[in-house]
């Protein structure tokens, strides 16, 4: 199976495990519903960040690869909308579950995402120079 296809597979287990979340362990109070909000918005960010840059996204192994330089839809507003869906997505998740197994993933993934795109910053610096920088001007975060 190629990368970018497992690339596709985790968002779907995201929202299947928020569903699950929802159908069996959800409770009327603020941490399930701050969770909730949570979830929702990051799994929507991430979505329609992945359907926005559709076969120029792979999964995060080795060196970043630039095929496209992708700046509308969602990528005109944020910068790696993908990785910040995916932050919110899962803390959302981890206040809802309470787990402290869950917690730690959450808090392992953010730190590598933050890890990410650090190294993606700087390899788009390096192969697209000032167009790089006018486009980090335009966006949020």
């Given at each position: 199976?190629k990368?970018?296809?497992?690339?596709?597979?985790?968002?779907?287990?995201?929202?299947l495990?928020?569903v699950?979340?929802?159908?069996y362990?959800?409770?009327l109070?603020?941490?399930?519903?701050?969770?909730?909000?949570?979830?929702?918005?990051?799994?929507?960010?991430?979505?329609?960040?992945?359907?926005?840059?559709?076969?120029?996204?792979?999964?995060?192994?080795g060196?970043?690869?630039?095929?496209?330089?992708?700046?509308?839809?969602?990528?005109?507003?944020l910068?790696?909308?993908?990785?910040?869906?995916?932050?919110?997505?899962?803390?959302?998740?981890?206040?809802?579950?309470?787990?402290?197994?869950?917690?730690?993933?959450?808090?392992?993934?953010?730190?590598?995402?933050?890890?990410?795109?650090?190294?993606?910053?700087?390899?788009?610096?390096?192969?697209?120079?000032?167009?790089?920088?006018?486009?980090?001007?335009?966006?949020?975060?």
């Amino acid at each position: 199976m190629k990368y970018e296809r497992v690339g596709d597979i985790i968002p779907l287990i995201t929202t299947l495990l928020l569903v699950y979340i929802l159908f069996y362990n959800f409770i009327l109070d603020i941490k399930h519903i701050t969770g909730l909000l949570l979830s929702l918005l990051g799994l929507s960010i991430w979505w329609v960040a992945k359907f926005t840059i559709g076969p120029n996204w792979g999964l995060c192994y080795g060196k970043p690869r630039l095929k496209k330089f992708v700046i509308h839809g969602i990528y005109s507003k944020l910068s790696h909308p993908i990785y910040f869906g995916v932050m919110l997505s899962f803390t959302g998740i981890s206040i809802m579950l309470g787990n402290i197994y869950f917690t730690i993933f959450t808090i392992a993934t953010i730190v590598f995402l933050i890890f990410r795109i650090k190294q993606e910053n700087k390899h788009l610096k390096k192969k697209l120079g000032k167009a790089y920088y006018e486009h980090r001007k335009k966006v949020l975060i």
